[in-house]
């Protein structure tokens, strides 16, 4: 069963963002137990925007490989299962390929170009059949974000990078040749979004 283990804390002071307070860590964990269902046992994941690594540490035994990239990382960090890049996506891009990448609560921060450059980021790094699990919350959250940050109930990492980016927009963005859309659904009272896309196989993948 998913869950964090207690034997395994979080690498310290890997991050030169302030520490996430509990109710960051809340809806941190909220979109883990979305996400998680569509990551099986054994699988390799690619998670884009990966803080101090909670995704991999949340999944425990049941992740066969993690590789984390968060641009906040003030180092590289290898742990047990999961390896943590200090880089920006998608430049540049992990060697290998995944069967799944989760970004969550990260496209809303990408500016334009790099947002345009991620479908094909995402579509080179999955194998055939491959899943991109992907969280986008309802715009209304920055309000909502900012009067928690005010009240000290967040830390309200990253606010200031929101791009004003529409959940409808994520269809648009993936769905093409190579995606589709097998899940879509909303979560936290309506305020989030989860998308799961596959990747299409084709001729040109060697596995699965």
């Known amino acids: 069963m998913s869950g964090e283990s207690p034997e395994e804390p979080a690498p310290q002071r890997v991050l030169s963002a302030p520490p996430l307070k509990p109710l960051d860590r809340l809806l941190q964990r909220w979109r883990f137990r979305k996400a998680s269902p569509f990551i ?23 992740l066969g490989e993690g590789v984390g990239i ?6 590289d960090v290898e742990r047990g299962r999961y390896r943590l890049l200090a880089q920006a996506f998608p430049d540049p ?21 790099a947002l345009e450059a991620t479908p094909h980021a995402c579509a080179s790094l999955l194998d055939g ?24 109930l967040i830390e309200g990492i990253g606010l200031h990078e929101h791009h004003g980016f529409q959940p409808a927009r994520t269809m648009e963005v993936f769905c093409q040749p190579t995606f589709r859309l097998l ?24 596995r699965g």
């Open 40 to 62: 099986r046992p054994g699988d390799r994941v690619l998670d884009v925007g990966c803080a101090d690594g909670a995704l991999f540490r949340y999944l425990g035994d049941r």
């Open 70 to 75: 968060d641009p906040s990382l003030t180092r």
């Open 129 to 152: 059949g491959g899943r991109l699990v992907v969280t986008v919350p309802s715009p209304a959250v920055d309000r909502i974000l900012h009067w928690l940050e005010r009240a000290r």
């Open 93 to 113: 891009l992990p060697t290998g390929t995944f069967d799944v990448i989760t970004m969550l609560a990260v496209l809303e921060h990408l500016p334009p170009e």
């Open 183 to 206: 899940e879509h659904r909303r979560f936290e009272l309506g305020l989030n979004n989860l998308f799961v896309f596959e990747r299409r196989a084709s001729a040109h993948d060697t």
